[in-house]
């Protein structure tokens, strides 16, 4: 069974970075696509970015230029590092496995300004 957690949120104000970490059990990210998605209060979950088998990262065009996506094979982790955090980045930030069928429980993130 695929699992994810979902760890590194937090507080920060506009302007600053964190960086999120996504660390796996019962599967190999790097066998594997893996998309960072955020869910804000009232709204539907979003695809933020996400990075393929062969390590192709592609991204929303609202975080293009301040998110990246990488993974490391070796600690079979993903992480979103998310710079110039603007208040509407707000959300609560999710780890999945594309087509798979489990979502963790996600790590709150909030910008203030």
């Known amino acids: 069974q695929v699992q994810v957690v979902e760890s590194g949120g937090g507080l920060v104000q506009a302007g600053g970075p964190l960086r999120l970490s996504c660390a796996a059990s019962?599967?190999?990210?790097?066998?594997?696509?893996v998309g960072w998605y955020r869910q804000a209060p009232g709204e539907q979950r979003e695809l933020v970015a996400s990075?393929?088998?062969?390590?192709?990262?592609t991204y929303a065009n609202f975080v293009k230029g301040r998110f990246t996506i990488s993974r490391d094979n070796a600690k079979n982790a993903v992480y979103l590092q998310m710079n110039s955090l603007k208040p509407e980045d707000t959300a609560v930030y999710y780890c999945?496995?594309?087509?798979?069928?489990?979502w963790g429980q996600g790590t709150q993130v909030i910008v203030s300004p």
């Open positions: 999945h496995v594309i087509g798979s069928t489990s």
């Open positions: 019962g599967i190999i990210f790097s066998l594997v696509g």
């Open positions: 990075i393929t088998r062969p390590g192709t990262a």
